[in-house]
């Protein structure tokens, strides 16, 4: 989860507890970090409330760097990373992590790939060694990857071909990115998934996963200097290796607006929402970064935003409204609206009076007070951000693993202290006022 995305679902509670609270200092986590030779980029946030540690590896390679006709690739090595080793068997990862009381899991995004597990204290130094060892020793056999492909098959057909909003929500990326690697779903689509071979895999993994390509973010009741040493032992023996230069995606300027709708009889609840292209914290504008998490906040972020005030509350019209925004990417970011009708009410009407808050809101811009209200929430989120052991290692780990630092993570409450009412109105102008956004609607399908 984003540095943004966090901070942002738990401002929500922020709001509720501190919403005239004092601004936060700058400083988030505090985090110690050191670099090895190799490479390998280390960050340690304290935290001494219990004798556990949650340790993340991050890394810097995601969906989006899949050649062309591949997709999926990153998200099955995914899988196969808990495959045999030089040291271990297929699944012995897992089972020594569970027999020492820990728990281990993964995911893929767009932009990175991460392994997090959490165990007691006195068992980092066999994480530490697990993780190295898989990291340049894994070994797969089509013995591996046959069983595993059918699973993520399986993932496919209930995450997404069994559900008709992921398939609406898959053609709807396919349709904001043009030209970006953005368009094509993580989970790849059926069709590339079958067709991935044994040299795809082994390749994409001996191409990216290296000490140089990696961050390893640990949280808990560890500091550096005592981390440093089980690390260098561990990780300080693998060569570094020369990375391929990446492609620096442009997406070509949109000049018309695009709809999209799906009808399914296993359809509930219609809904609708709509996405611009925005900047990214890497990507685009990005001087209107802070001021669009600002404007995210006054107009979709809880039920103090204008968004579901004037749906859910005062029209009545909708049981749920909001919007979101993450620039917490390599490549470009969206910024969305959604609403899901009250029974009895259709989806023209609620897109009607969702466009009535837009347009109102580029005509007028937003107020001093909204600012200021949404600024203090979202400060107050970061002090939530502290307390618990996840939420560091997620927040610093996909924040670097972007390219950002740990200045940016730190400094975030102050950069969005800074943000004024013109940055917020000139921004929403920059993104809502220009064609290209992609509508989407769900719809129920009665069956005869």
Known sequence: ???????????????LALGT?????????????????????????????????????????????????????????????????????????????????????????????????????DRLDLLLRLEADRMTGLHLTDEDIEPERKVVLEERLGRTDNNPRAQLAEQTRALIYANHPYRMPVIGWEHEIKSLTRDDITKFYRTWYAPNNAIIVLSGDVTAAKVRPMVEEHFGKLEARELPKRIDWQEPPKSTERRISLKHPRVREPSWTRRYLAPSYMKGATENVYALEVLSEIVGGGATSRLYRALVIEDKIAISAGAWYDPGARGPA?????????????????????????????????????????????????????????????????TLVIGRTIEDIESWPERIGAVTVEQVNRAAKAVLGVKGSVTAILLPEPTS
């Open 21 to 121: 609270a004092p601004l936060v200092e700058a400083a988030v986590f505090n985090p110690e970090t050191f670099t090895l030779e190799n490479g390998l980029q280390v960050v340690v946030i304290p935290n001494h409330r219990a004798p556990v540690v949650t340790l993340m590896m991050w890394y810097r390679v995601g969906a989006m760097d899949e050649p062309p006709g591949k997709s999926g690739l990153a998200h099955f090595l995914e899988h196969l990373m808990f495959k045999g080793t030089d040291n271990l068997e297929a699944g012995e990862f897992s089972q020594t992590v569970a027999r020492n009381g820990g728990r281990d899991n993964a995911f893929t995004s767009q932009d990175y790939t991460g392994y997090v597990d959490s165990i007691a204290v």
């Open 1 to 15: 989860m984003t540095l943004t995305e966090r901070f942002r679902s738990l401002a929500l509670i922020a709001g």
């Open 334 to 398: 969206d910024f969305g609206f959604f609403a899901r009708p009250r029974p009895g009410n259709d989806v023209a009407a609620v897109e009607r009076a969702a466009e009535a808050v837009i347009e109102k809101l580029l005509a007028h811009g937003v107020t001093e007070d909204e600012v200021e209200r949404a600024i203090r929430r979202l400060q107050a989120a970061a002090i939530y951000a502290r307390d618990s052991l996840r939420t560091p290692v997620r927040v610093v780990g996909s």
